[in-house]
C-alpha cells in the first residue's frame, strides 16, 4: 500500500490513524456483528458514538451550557440559506463580509430573504485579503454579522474575528474547523461542514448560541429547515457514518494535545511552505502577508506552462491535489490538520527542486 501526500481542497486527508480504526470496525462494529451504519440511529451503539463525539466537540472548543450543537446534512452550502431562513425576515438587514466565492454564496441566498448590506469586499483586488476591524463598515441595526474565517479558494483567513460590537457573529467556518482555539463567547453561530478539517462528506457541525437561537423567526420555516427542530433530538436520520468518523478525528485531536497544540503544528507547516515562497520571484504568493491562511496555501509560477509542470512533476513525486480551484488557477496546497509535518517537508522540499531546476 502506497498513501499519497494529499493537498486535496476537500474532501481532504483523514488521520491515518483514524482510517485504520474504522477499517478495524467497519465489519464488525464493537461486537454488534454489524457495521455502524447498519445499525438503527436510535440504538444503543449509535447513540453512544453521537454522545460521544457532542461531549468532545464540547471539552475541545470549551462550550459552555448556552451553546447547541446540531449534527446536519446539506452542507455548508445550506447553512447559506438556512441561517437567514431562521434569522433574516423581509424589511431587516443582516451585515455579510465578502472575501470570496464561498461568501458571495452566502449573500446570494441571504437576499432571498431580507436585505444585505456588505460590511466589506475584497472583490475588486480578487480577494487577496480580509479585513482589518478598520476596513468593516457595519449598517445600523445588522440582525447578525455573517464571515467567512478561512477563504478556501483564495487562500486567505481572519487572523481573528471582526470586531461586531455586540451584533452576533455568523460564522462559515468550513475550512478552518477545529485547527486552532476559538473564542466561541464571540459567536451566536458557527458552522462548518465536516470534509475539510473534520470528517467525511455528508456532516454539517452546527454551533449555535441559545439566546441567539431564541431571537430566530418563530413561523414559516419548514420544519427540517428549522433550527429548534434539531435541539436535543435527531428529528431524523443523520448522517451517521460522518458523525462515527467525526467522532474519532475529535478523539485524535484530543490524542494530539488539543486545539492549542494543533495550531502550532499547522503554523509550523504553513512557515515551512510561505518561506519556500518568499525566497525570491520564482514562486508569487496570492495573497497579502497579513491574510495568508494556514490550511490553504496558495501561489504562482511565472507561466501556466510552468504550473503545469509544476503540478504533473509534483504528482510523479506522490504529491496530490495541488492544482489551484479552477476559478483562479495557480497552485493550492491544503495543509489541513490531518495533512502531516511529514508531508508538507515533502512539498517544501520538492518546490526547492523545481525552483533549482527551472529558475
Ligand atoms: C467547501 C466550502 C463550502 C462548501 O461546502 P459544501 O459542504 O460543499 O456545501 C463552503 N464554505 C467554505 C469556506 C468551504 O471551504
Same mark, same amino acid.
Given at each position: ?184 463567547? %464571540?459567536?451566536? =453561530?458557527? #458552522? ?9 462528506? +455528508?456532516? @454539517?457541525? &452546527?454551533?449555535? !448560541? ?58 509550523? %507547516?504553513?512557515? =515551512?511552505? #510561505? ?9 508569487? +504568493?496570492? @495573497?497579502? &502577508?497579513?491574510? !495568508? ?58 518546490? %526547492? ?7
Amino acid at each position: 500500500m502506497s498513501r499519497a501526500h494529499n493537498f486535496s481542497a476537500g474532501p481532504a486527508a483523514l488521520p491515518f490513524e483514524v482510517l485504520e480504526k474504522v477499517k478495524e470496525e467497519f465489519l464488525d462494529y464493537g461486537g454488534a456483528g454489524s457495521s455502524i451504519i447498519e445499525l438503527s440511529h436510535r440504538g444503543s451503539e449509535y447513540v453512544e458514538v453521537d454522545r460521544l463525539a457532542r461531549e468532545r466537540l464540547v471539552s475541545l472548543l470549551g462550550l459552555g451550557d448556552d451553546f447547541e450543537v446540531l449534527f446536519l446534512q446539506g452542507g455548508a452550502s445550506h447553512q447559506f440559506m438556512m441561517v437567514p431562513f431562521n434569522f433574516l425576515s423581509e424589511g431587516e438587514t443582516a451585515d455579510y463580509i465578502n472575501t470570496g466565492t464561498w461568501s458571495k454564496k452566502a449573500i446570494k441566498e441571504a437576499k432571498l430573504f431580507g436585505n444585505v448590506h456588505t460590511a466589506f469586499s475584497s472583490e475588486e483586488s480578487n480577494f487577496s485579503r480580509v479585513p482589518t476591524n478598520a476596513d468593516l463598515k457595519f449598517s445600523a441595526n445588522a440582525k447578525y454579522v455573517h464571515f467567512t474565517s478561512n477563504n478556501t479558494i483564495f487562500g486567505t483567513q481572519f487572523p481573528s474575528e471582526p470586531e461586531t460590537n455586540g451584533v452576533p457573529l455568523v460564522c462559515d467556518a468550513s475550512s478552518d474547523f477545529l485547527s486552532r482555539p476559538l473564542d466561541v463567547d %464571540k459567536y451566536g =453561530l458557527i #458552522y462548518a461542514g465536516a470534509q475539510k478539517n473534520a470528517g467525511p462528506a +455528508g456532516l @454539517t457541525i &452546527v454551533i449555535v !448560541r441559545k439566546d441567539f437561537l431564541a431571537k430566530s423567526k418563530k413561523e414559516g420555516i419548514p420544519t427540517i429547515l428549522n433550527y429548534h427542530t434539531h435541539v436535543g433530538t435527531m428529528f431524523n436520520t443523520p448522517p451517521v457514518f460522518g458523525v462515527y468518523v467525526f467522532e474519532k478525528v475529535l478523539g485524535w485531536i484530543q490524542g494530539n494535545g488539543g486545539l492549542a497544540e494543533v495550531e502550532k503544528v499547522n503554523k509550523a %507547516k504553513a512557515t =515551512l511552505l #510561505y518561506s519556500e515562497i518568499d525566497q525570491d520571484d520564482f514562486y508569487t +504568493g496570492t @495573497t497579502e &502577508v497579513e491574510s !495568508r491562511s494556514l490550511m490553504n496555501v496558495t501561489f504562482r509560477l511565472g507561466s501556466e506552462e510552468l504550473e503545469k509542470q509544476f503540478v504533473s512533476q509534483a504528482t510523479a513525486h506522490n504529491l496530490k491535489g495541488l492544482k489551484g480551484h479552477r476559478s483562479v488557477g495557480g497552485i493550492r496546497a491544503s495543509i489541513y490538520n490531518a495533512c502531516s509535518i511529514e508531508s508538507v517537508k515533502a512539498l517544501a522540499e520538492f518546490m %526547492k527542486e523545481f525552483r533549482a531546476k527551472n529558475g
